[in-house]
């Protein structure tokens, strides 16, 4: 572990030690497409490229939990050519990269509407999935047809179904009952959030997870982010002063 990596010790009672689950709202694919005058298309390509970069520095850097917002329940709004571009670039991905995760020790799993995505591209998931699975250097969770209400409205109605069939007590709901129903039970909730392109909004990424999550805005379009605006993020989580709602001093 390099000095870099390596936790800050509390000195004064409050600095944070580097952050166990990173996530990051990988932004601005189409402005970066558009300050070159070529199409968006090459925008997300390049976006793809990043996000290859972003998991290994996240990895060096000692992050244990990586989310990345890749495709948002919104996103399917967008013009069908740009979906098309977007969808076949993930599958390209998924399909070509899973060797690259295994040799890298990357635990890859999917949180979001997958099925959304067709059989095709289900079965590259589960297939991408399945053979990461015994990979322990970092968890790369890929957030793709991902919205936090509609992960909230699903692990809600789930409840409420068993409630009905009397195999819960609905006194008995409380906040840990919610979140064994989210995609991300049994993770870590999200330390730092990273959103790129200077946009400075949560839309619907991981609302619940979030409660207590530091927030890094980063003006660089997602194309062009890379090993050490991840190290100035992480920098400047560490600066931060986390309360929970108690009090410090
Ligand atoms: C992020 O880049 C990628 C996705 C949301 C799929 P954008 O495509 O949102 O890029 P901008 O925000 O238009 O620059
Ligand atoms: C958020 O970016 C979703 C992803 C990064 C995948 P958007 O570009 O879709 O968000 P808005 O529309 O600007 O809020
Ligand atoms: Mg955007």
């Known amino acids: 572990m390099s000095a870099a990596t390596q936790p800050v010790q509390k000195t004064g009672g409050s600095t944070p030690p580097a952050p166990a689950h990173v996530g990051i709202i990988m932004d ?6 558009a300050a070159r005058g070529v199409p968006r298309a090459l925008g997300h390509k390049a976006g ?3 996000t290859r ?3 290994e520095a996240a990895a060096d850097q000692g992050v244990s939990w990586l989310t990345l917002f890749a495709f948002s329940s919104e996103n399917w709004r967008r ?4 979906v098309r571009d ?3 670039l993930m599958r390209h991905y998924l399909r070509h990269e899973v060797g690259q995760l295994v040799e890298k020790g990357v635990r890859l ?3 979001g509407d997958r099925a959304a995505f067709g059989p095709g591209m289900l079965a590259e998931i589960e297939r991408a999935e399945a053979a990461t699975a015994g990979n322990r250097r970092i968890n ?3 957030a793709l047809s991902y919205g936090g209400r509609a992960e909230i409205a699903r692990a809600a109605r789930d409840l409420a179904r068993r409630a009905a069939a009397g195999e819960i007590d609905p006194d ?3 906040e840990a009952a919610l979140a064994a129903g989210l995609e991300t039970a049994g993770m870590p909730d999200p330390d730092l959030i990273i959103r790129t392109s200077g946009e400075q909004r949560i839309s619907n990424f991981l609302l619940w997870q979030a409660a207590y999550a530091e927030f890094v805005f980063q003006p660089v379009l997602w194309p062009d982010y890379g090993a050490d605006h991840l190290r100035d993020a992480i920098a400047e989580f560490r600066r931060r002063d986390r309360r929970f709602g108690a009090r410090t001093g």
């Open 28 to 33: 601005g694919n189409g402005r970066w497409a």
């Open 48 to 50: 793809a490229e990043a």
């Open 53 to 55: 970069r972003v998991v």
């Open 79 to 82: 013009p069908a050519d740009e």
């Open 86 to 88: 977007l969808t076949g």
């Open 109 to 111: 799993r999917i949180i």
């Open 140 to 142: 790369l969770n890929v």
């Open 172 to 174: 008995a709901i409380d």
